[in-house]
Structures are given as structure tokens and as C-alpha cells.
């Protein structure tokens, strides 16, 4: 299973990577799946002087095949089916415990809901049974009122979201909560919808045929299914148009925009946002804030008269496509058609897999509770919180010397760094999960309702926050995911459980090889806060600018360079890196190599094998669909995080002995320097 869209997923969480959730074995070269681009590109080995990723990782990118199903093959797809085969085996032995696991217990609602996932000849059976009653309704409908009704009651169901919302810190008063309502998640990338290359092309059409087949699935006949595809399409494409581009999404001048109920009211007119927020206990009091109006102005127009059966069919798509790995194998294969052209792969995960996938979508935190029971120490936790403070050391250093800002700016970004919180491994308190509910097949129950269950809670969760105060403890991501994050609303770092293993750290691993793993991910997170966005928060989480006019200045033009830099990159022929949205990643990458290598020479650590620790941990293959696809998200192409960044430090000239001329050879004056 893939995750598409992922950049709209959190508020402003800057996470290390994405492509959780794939497959893998052993860390050496497999051989069966897919060819890679990069098999398919990569000629001859070339020298360290002219590419050191490549000459680095020759064998890996030339033999490793992409595991079937995939659309590319890295570390952090190695641990994530690592960590899948660690919690797989966990539920294998509660099942096999079966009674003696006690109602109502975590573990038991995981086995249940488990066992009637993998279930595929009972899921078969029931066909579209299990959300006949919300089609029904659906179908039922005859007016624009009528359309709000359903919307506003199926909305804590995860149904009829035409818009995303998140309660959060206020991020100009983190003492209190507010409810941010967000853009839309309907639809295509935006730029696909308007883009003359190929692959926007395929993408358009892709989408368009998806739709399809999910209305003839719904009982659409052919004429009718192309029709309304095309419609809905359009109706999409209306909103999507009106929503902000990524780069500007972190624009807070312009999306900070607190509303009063009212206000909400006439600006979504409509569209029943305001019945929304009522129907789940939002009062007038509390803080509303509409990250992009036109969003909603946009909505308010799409819902009028005419449109009644459009959206009545947008609403049937969208209840389809909610539980579309909760339904019969039928309807999955819809979606993995559409990934298969997005992706450049055909594959259809098995019973098995699914099973999982869909488990770990809905449980997520319950399968985090068992995998790290069973692979988290202590002493590894130990061990990497002095590993984080030493980094923070480190950078307070580098900040105190640092020439390019004055000392009054100075003052402020150390004060950052003496208050950030660290979160490593796991939660110290789990979710409460005692109001979900898992029916099995025998009770009359099916996977459905299970879901929709676990969606209720999440959602009275997340309103329930707008009436306590922040909660500093909380988890942006699950512990059992291979990732890491800066968080600037709580000013705090987080690295899970399972980033935790070989090749980012490792016990068995040599001192300087941590440090080019998971040192350089600890400095990239940090480095976060003084990325392009996180300069704009004080060290309470504030949106607050601490920097001197002059400062600020010298900054926005070194973020204005890096994206530049990047820009010039091209990942396939036509396609070149989006520097204007990876500018923070990029300023994160080069402030944790620029004090990993701090360090290493500090301890007279031998920085070759720093480098080529950080070189090995940033290796995948990729499919050519996945190179172009991911291009939406805001983390370079592993190539280009490695090459890119170590060739603006002065350290790597000297230690490879690089010159000009050579293809890896960047002009002293020309290499950014930031922290
Ligand atoms: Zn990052």
C-alpha cells in the first residue's frame, strides 16, 4: 500500500520520509520484481569525483530489483516490512492465544478485526452489503438540503469530507487549541489537472477511468458511469483549482484566518461547515481558524440545484472509496488499477497483506503497543537521547558562531534550542481505544462498521482536544512507522521506535556509521527548526518573528538559493526537482550533515566513512513513475539529498579529493553555507 497526497496529511509536521508501508527482505540485492529506472539509466560505475552516490551504491542500484508491487526499494521500505514481519508474528501468537485474550482489550479488538479482514471469501460475499444503508440514503436524496443533512450526520464518519480539518495548538497562542479547516483532499494533484507532460496526462485519464469503474461497481450503467465521471471530474477539478499550491500552504500571513461562526457561515454558505462543527460540539467560542476561504466560497457555489445528483454521486464514489479496503476484492482491484499507472506497477497485494495494510490503518497505535513491546530497549533509548543532546550541543556551538546573524537573533533561535522537547521511541502513555467497537462476522458485525467505529472516535477525539488544554505528550506519527519529525507548534523532535534499528543505528554498528545514519536524521530534525518554516516560530510554538530585519533578509535569500540549486536538478528527462517546495527539507539535510561532521572531527572520526554511512543510508531504486509522482512531495530524490548536500561542505573536497571540473565540483563561493 501506498500513500499518495501525503504533504496535506499534517498541518506542518516536517517528517523525514514517506514511503512507509512496503516490502522487502535482507538488506542485500534482490532479485526478483521490477527493473529499475535507475538499472535501467545507470550505464557504468562512475567515480566518486563526478557522482559519489552512484559510485556508492553501484551494486544496489544496479541489481536490486523492486519487490513486486512496489514502485521503489530503500531503507525505510526494508525496515517497514521488517517492523510488518515483527507485528504480523505478534498477531499470529494473540491468535493462537485466542481465549485467553479479555474482552474489550486492545488486542483482542486487533485479532478480531484482523481475522475478518483476512476473510476474503465472507468480505466477497457480503459484496456491497456492509454500506447499502448509507447508498440507500444517498440515493434518497433530492434537494441541496438534502445533501448537507447526510454530509453534516456521516461527517464524524469520515464521509462526505470535502474538506480537511485538525485541531491543534492556536500557532499565535499555544496554550490553547483551535480547529484549523483546511483545504480539500478531493481530486488529483493539482498540477496534473493543467500539466501538457505525459505523466499529468496519464494521471488525468487514469483518474477519470477510476471513476468510472467505481460508479459501475455502484450499479451505474456504461453510459451513465462515463457521464457522471466526467462530472465529477469537473466538479473536483473546481475545487482543487481554488485551493492554495503546496508552497503557499505555509504562507501563514495568508492562511491564519480566525473566523467568528457567523463568519464561517457566510463564507461557506452552502456547504453546512458551520452544521458541521455545531453537530460535533464546536461552539462559538471556540477558535476557528479557515486556512483557505476560497475553499469554501468555492463549495458554496458548487452547491446549488443543479448539481444535486453530481454530488449525490461524488457522495457514492466517495463512500466507496472510504472503504474500498474494507469491501470485496472486486473493488480493491479498482484501486490498484489506478495505482498500477500511477506507480508503473501491476500488482495486487495478497490476503495476507491487505489484511495487514487495512489493520494498521485503523489500529495504528494498537499495532505500535506490539511491536514495540516486543523491540524497543531501554538502552537503545538511552543511548539515542545522548546522541540527540550531544547534536543539540553541537548546534548551540555552531549557533554561537555562526557569523551571518546578529546577536540579538542569536539570542533567540539558542533559546529554541534549550527549550526543544525530544520524543524518542514510543508515547509514554497509549490512546484509549475503549469506545471502539469490533463485531465479528458471527456476532453479525463486518469490517465496515469496525471502521467507521475506530472513525467516530478519532473524530470526538479530535474535537474533544478544543475543549482541554495542548497536550505536550502527544505523538504526531505511530512508533511502529519509519520516520522522524520536527514539530514547530510544540517545538519538540520525534524519533520512532522502528527508525531506531540498522542501518540509521545500531548497537553492533561503529560509532561514526550512527553518526551517518541516525546522527544526521537527529540534525535534520533539529535543523527544522531553523528551516525555512520553522524560522517563523518562537521556541513556545508561537508564529512570532525573532529576527531582525537584516537577519531575516540574509536568510530568505540563502532558502532562495538552496531552492535554486535544486531547481536546476533534473530527476527524469522533463522533470526536475521542486526546489520552491523542498527548500526546508534541503536547509534540514545541510544542517545535519554540517554537524555530523562537527562531531566526527571533534572525536577524530575517520568523516570518510561518515559520508559514506550517509550515502548507503539514503539508497533506493525506483521505479521512473515514482521518480516523476513523488516530485509532489517536499523531500528531493534520495540521488540528490546525498550528492547535493555533501558537495556543499568543504570536507568533502578534502577527504575525495575533489576538484574543479570534476561533475561533483561546486565553487567554494557558491557552496550554501546556512547554520
Ligand atoms: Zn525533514
Do not use: C
Not at 471513476?211 to 450503467?221: A, F, V
Request: charged share 30%; aromatic share 10%; no cysteine.
Amino acid at each position: 500500500m501506498r500513500k499518495r497526497k501525503i504533504v496535506l496529511a499534517m498541518l506542518l509536521v516536517a517528517s523525514m520520509a514517506v514511503s512507509a508501508y512496503a516490502q522487502g527482505e535482507k538488506p542485500s540485492v534482490k532479485n526478483e520484481g521490477t527493473v529499475s529506472y535507475e538499472a535501467q539509466t545507470i550505464k557504468s560505475k562512475p567515480e566518486i569525483k563526478d557522482d559519489f552516490y552512484t559510485h556508492m551504491n553501484y551494486e544496489f542500484l544496479t541489481k536490486t530489483k523492486i519487490p513486486e508491487g512496489e514502485n521503489s526499494y530503500g531503507n525505510f521500505d526494508l525496515l517497514a516490512k521488517k517492523t510488518q514481519d515483527v507485528i504480523s508474528k505478534s498477531i499470529k501468537e494473540l491468535n493462537a492465544d485466542y481465549k485467553n485474550l479479555k474482552d474489550g482489550s486492545i488486542e483482542k479488538k486487533i485479532v478480531d478485526f484482523y481475522n475478518m479482514a483476512v476473510d476474503f471469501s465472507k468480505r466477497d460475499e457480503l459484496g456491497l452489503k456492509p454500506i447499502q444503508a448509507n447508498l440507500d440514503k444517498i440515493k434518497n436524496i433530492k434537494s441541496v438540503k438534502g445533501v448537507s443533512n447526510y454530509i453534516t450526520a456521516n461527517f464524524n464518519k469520515g464521509y462526505g469530507q470535502l474538506v480537511d480539518f485538525i485541531v491543534d495548538k492556536d500557532m499565535k497562542n499555544t496554550t490553547k487549541n483551535a480547529i484549523y479547516i483546511m483545504g480539500s483532499k478531493v481530486g488529483i494533484e493539482k498540477s496534473y489537472y493543467s500539466g501538457k507532460d505525459n505523466f499529468s496526462k496519464k494521471a488525468r485519464k487514469a483518474y477519470l477511468n477510476y471513476t468510472k469503474k467505481l460508479l459501475s461497481i455502484l450499479g451505474y450503467d456504461k453510459d451513465l458511469a462515463a457521464k457522471r465521471a466526467k462530472e465529477i471530474y469537473n466538479f473536483e477539478k473546481k475545487i482543487v483549482e481554488a485551493s492554495l499550491e503546496q508552497g503557499q500552504q505555509m504562507n501563514f500571513d495568508k492562511t491564519y484566518n480566525p473566523v467568528t461562526f457567523k463568519q464561517l457561515g457566510k463564507l461557506a454558505g452552502n456547504f453546512p461547515m458551520q452544521k458541521i462543527l455545531k453537530n460535533n460540539g464546536v461552539t462559538d467560542k471556540d477558535k476557528v481558524i479557515v486556512e483557505q476561504p476560497k475553499v469554501l466560497t468555492t463549495l458554496n457555489k458548487l452547491f446549488v440545484k443543479k448539481n444535486v445528483e453530481v454530488i449525490k454521486s461524488l457522495l457514492e464514489v466517495d463512500l466507496l472509496k472510504k472503504n474500498i479496503n474494507a469491501l470485496s476484492r472486486d473493488v480493491m482491484k479498482a484501486e490498484s488499477e489506478y495505482n498500477a499507472v500511477m506507480d508503473g506497477v501491476v500488482y495486487q497485494d495478497t490476503d495476507e497483506e491487505s489484511a495487514y495494510n487495512l489493520t494498521d490503518k485503523v489500529y495504528t497505535d494498537g499495532l505500535s503497543k506490539l511491536y514495540v513491546e516486543k523491540n524497543f530497549s531501554p538502552e537503545t533509548k538511552k543511548k539515542v537521547l545522548e546522541m540527540a543532546e550531544e547534536v543539540i550541543a553541537n548546534y548551540k556551538r555552531r549557533l554561537g558562531e555562526v557569523d551571518w546573524i546578529s546577536n540579538s537573533t542569536r539570542e533567540k533561535a539558542l533559546k529554541k534550542l534549550e527549550t526543544m522537547d525530544l520524543k524518542i521511541g514510543y508515547p509514554d502513555q497509549w490512546p484509549d481505544f475503549s469506545s471502539t467497537s469490533v463485531k465479528t462476522y458471527a456476532e453479525g458485525g463486518n469490517l465496515v462498521d469496525a471502521v467507521e467505529s475506530m472513525n467516530m472516535r478519532n473524530t470526538k477525539e479530535t474535537f474533544d482536544k478544543l475543549s482541554k488544554a495542548p497536550d505536550k505528550k502527544t505523538w504526531s506519527m505511530p512508533a511502529h512507522a519509519v520516520n522522524a519529525a520536527y514539530n514547530p507548534l510544540s517545538n519538540d523532535i520525534t524519533f520512532t521506535a522502528a527508525i531506531l534499528q540498522a542501518p540509521f543505528y545500531s548497537t553492533d554498528r561503529s560509532d561514526v556509521e550512527n553518526l551517518g545514519g541516525i546522527g544526521t536524521v537527529i540534525g535534520h530534525e533539529i535543523s527544522h527548526a531553523f528551516d525555512i518554516t520553522g524560522a517563523k516560530f518562537d521556541e513556545n510554538g508561537n508564529v512570532k518573528n525573532w529576527w531582525t530585519k537584516e537577519d531575516l533578509k540574509k536568510f530568505k535569500e540563502k532558502a532562495k538559493k538552496a531552492a535554486e540549486i535544486y531547481s536546476a536538478l533534473e530527476v527524469v528527462k522533463g522533470h526536475n526537482v521542486n526546489g520552491k517546495i523542498s527548500t526546508g527539507e534541503i536547509m534540514a539535510d545541510l544542517g545535519g550533515m554540517t554537524v555530523a561532521l562537527d562531531i566526527a572531527k571533534q572525536k577524530n572520526m575517520d568523516t570518510k566513512k561518515l559520508f559514506e554511512s550517509y550515502a548507503a543510508v539514503w539508497r533506493s531504486v525506483n521505479t521512473e513513475e515514482a521518480l516523476i509522482s513523488n516530485l509532489i512531495d517536499v523531500h528531493p530524490p534520495d540521488k540528490f539529498r546525498v550528492n547535493n548536500i555533501v558537495n556543499l561542505t568543504d570536507e568533502f573536497y578534502k577527504v575525495f579529493n575533489v576538484k574543479e571540473g570534476d561533475g561533483m565540483y561546486v565553487k567554494p563561493e557558491d557552496r550554501l553555507k546556512v547554520w
